[in-house]
């Protein structure tokens, strides 16, 4: 194996520069001159080597390191590979990966290893490489004198698009705002860097940035610059920005507060008032907050509450900055009253199951419960308008009837409904029966008949099978 040796000495160098024993390669690779790096992986680093890239074929380096080691460059920025040189002991291949790839190619000349040559061997264009690496095929001892690739680098010819147009805010609170400009749509683009005051605070992959800490009353410029694959940074687009001082004053208070009371409701509005950075309304009720966040409607409906009761209800207005203005003056209202017992619920049915029946009816208004009855004795109340009743006896006459009750009284019975639950009646499957409990009962049912079906298709099969096979032979 050959082995460059270096001279430290003016004299020597000059001796060596111009020694007649070189035999020069193409000098117009990528790689001349560029070191090559031992590792396991590509990105690995052990040691490095340039007796392969010196553009010199009488000197050489190991290709097999260790077993399973390789030889490999980083091009930055990418570059478009349309040739190759390679000098050495054969059955030797080269992979390459693609930039923003993590799997390696290989490229072995098309013939299982590339060719020795002294001169560039042309091949199919490899686009946008970003590694490349020289491997034994074999996992053998190889010796390299030169290896090189031809082509050029890869550029940004999409360099118009960079340009950061739309830039503007969106003001979050008192100390945030949030960045916001139109996309870039390139395959070059790598990221955007956004400044504050020329500071970087933050790189991101879209086209929108939060940013907060921002101090009431300070002014600030913020610039978000595009970079492209090859990390340059080109010109950036500009938004100024003055933090406002904090308003410290409350909005306006609401007026003409109206109640239109109902027997568990309430429906209350107001004016709005006319402060231009309003936000919403707290509403009170006996002087408790009912509403957690402001509503933004002036109007607003209580909701549970008694019959024939007294409540005051009063309003603040909110705005932007949580300014909450003095409560407006409170007014009073009371609920109303039920006057009557509700109605008797419409339309009983009733449809019996195995042991049981379903019962549905038509809604009472004002009914804040129904009773249930069963051969004229109370059953259960329930605040449904169905039921479902159980464990009644097969072949026996049931008699239903539903009445409706508020805090008034009990309505009339519904019209009387009677069902007689049969052993035929259909099976309510909601009570306890399981798809399972079905499935066994369909497979025991199958189970019972299949002899006498296997019986009944057989038979008349047979006889078709004979008398197609008969024709065969007549015919």
């Not at 009855?373 to 049931?398: C, H, I, P, R, W």
């Amino acid at each position: 194996m050959k082995r460059s040796i270096y001279v430290i000495g003016t004299l020597f160098f000059v001796l060596i520069a111009f020694n007649p024993m070189k035999v020069s390669a193409a000098p117009d690779g990528l790689m001349n001159g560029k070191p090559l790096t031992y590792g396991l992986n590509i990105g690995d680093t052990v040691k490095s080597t340039l007796l392969l890239t010196d553009n010199d074929i009488t000197t050489g380096d190991d290709i097999w390191y260790r077993s399973g080691y390789q030889l490999w460059h980083k091009f930055d920025p990418a570059v478009n590979i349309d040739g190759y040189l390679y000098k050495g002991t054969q059955n030797v291949v080269f992979t390459y990966q693609i930039k923003g790839e993590k799997v390696s190619r290989t490229y072995d000349g098309g013939s299982g290893y590339l060719k020795s040559t002294n001169t560039k061997e042309p091949i199919s264009v490899l686009k946008n490489v970003e590694y490349v690496s020289i491997i034994s095929a074999d996992g053998n001892y190889k010796t390299g004198y030169e290896f090189d690739v031809f082509g050029s680098e890869v550029t940004n010819t999409d360099s118009s698009l960079f340009v950061i147009n739309n830039l503007e805010k969106t003001v979050d609170s008192i100390s945030s705002i949030t960045l916001k400009w139109l996309p870039i749509n390139s395959v070059f683009l790598k990221q955007y860097k956004v400044y504050q005051d020329d500071v970087l605070i933050g790189t991101v992959n879209q086209n929108n940035i939060s940013v907060s800490g921002l101090v009431a009353g300070e002014s600030y410029t913020f610039k978000v610059v595009p970079v492209d694959s090859f990390n340059k940074e080109f010109t950036g687009g500009i938004l100024k920005y003055a933090v406002p001082l904090p308003d410290l004053t409350p909005p306006a208070i609401p007026k003409d507060i109206k109640v239109v009371p109902d027997r568990y409701t309430a429906n209350v509005s107001w004016a709005i008032p006319l402060d231009d950075d309003l936000l919403g309304y707290y509403i009170y009720l006996d002087d408790l907050r009912v509403n957690d966040q402001p509503i933004l409607t002036n109007y607003y409906t209580l909701s549970g509450l008694k019959i024939d009761s007294e409540y005051h209800v009063s309003v603040s207005s909110v705005d932007l900055s949580g300014n909450v203005s003095v409560q407006s003056k409170s007014l009073s209202f009371r609920t109303l009253t039920l006057q009557t017992v509700p109605s008797a619920p419409g339309n009983l049915r009733a449809n019996a199951f195995y042991k049981g029946a379903n019962l549905s009816w038509l809604p009472s208004s004002s009914a804040q419960e129904y009773i249930v009855y069963m051969n004229g004795n109370q059953l259960f109340k329930t605040v449904q308008t169905s039921a479902k009743v159980t464990s009644l006896e097969n072949g026996k006459d049931y008699t239903f009837a539903v009445s409706a009750v508020n805090e008034i009284g009990e309505s009339d019975l519904t019209d009387s409904v009677t069902v007689t639950p049969l052993d035929a009646s259909p099976v309510d499957v909601t009570l306890g029966y399981s798809l399972k409990d079905i499935s066994d009962g369909t497979a025991n049912m199958f189970s019972a008949q299949w002899l006498l079906l296997a019986f009944a298709i057989a038979i008349p099969l047979s006889f078709y099978i004979s008398n197609r096979v008969k024709g065969l032979f007549i015919s």
